[in-house]
């Protein structure tokens, strides 16, 4: 392989390498009409997962974007003991007792792997034509191609549904997915920051 050709296949295997170091991106979203929104200055965040571990690292992040926005999070990990049933009537008289206006769920929905084919590349590179143009004119330019191959990946499909205090609905909800994520505390930071960004465009928050 030339010169050229190997710089084209590392080209390639960094595009790759970026590639794959995970995405979030919101697929799904809705939101109450009738839903009059007003200033909110407490958010209870419950995350639900078998990893008691996780939900803190959820809690944590999901309080930490509030925070930005001048909004008191209560991570559900302070108010519901871990792989513990949700206890309804603790939430509301917490949530009561706290002045709390919003409460926030998040699940992981599934978790699958997926498979694509990532087609090989082709592109040209001229034939040796130092010596002028009648050597290049009888010359003709060869192609270089690397091959097509295979490649699986993980998507990891999470929800959030936002809950009024004030009338006991569903006001918001969204569903985001991420794939290949780098590692579970990156996941769970980007998902975070796209979810309270996207709550906060929708107006419940109080404002737009």
Avoid: H
């Avoid at 960094?14 to 200055?41: K, N, R």
């Avoid at 994520?181 to 109080?206: T, W, Y």
Wanted: hydrophobic fraction near 35%.
């Amino acid at each position: 392989m030339n010169r050229i050709a190997k710089l084209a296949c590392g080209l390639l295997l960094c595009t790759l390498a970026v590639s794959c170091g995970g995405s979030t991106s919101m697929i799904g979203m809705w939101s109450d009409p009738t839903y009059q929104s007003e200033p909110v200055d407490k958010v209870l965040v419950v995350g639900l997962a078998e990893n008691p571990t996780n939900v803190r690292i959820f809690e944590n992040a999901m309080a930490k974007q509030l925070k930005q926005r001048k909004i008191t999070a209560i991570p559900g990990t302070s108010v519901f003991a871990d792989n513990a049933p949700i206890d309804t009537t603790v939430g509301r008289k917490y949530c009561v007792e706290n002045g709390v206006d919003l409460v926030t769920i998040t699940r992981v929905v599934g978790v699958s792997k997926e498979t694509e084919y990532v087609p090989g590349t082709a592109y040209y590179t001229p034939a040796p034509a130092y010596y002028g143009f009648y050597p290049y004119y009888y010359s003709s330019y060869s192609m270089v191609s690397t091959p097509g191959y295979m490649r699986e990946y993980t998507v990891g499909t999470v929800e959030t549904n936002v809950y009024s205090l004030k009338s006991e609905k569903l006001v918001w909800s969204g569903q985001s997915q991420t794939v290949d994520p780098s590692s579970v505390n990156q996941a769970i930071d980007d998902f975070a920051i796209i979810f309270v960004g996207e709550m906060a465009k929708s107006g419940i928050f109080g404002k737009k």
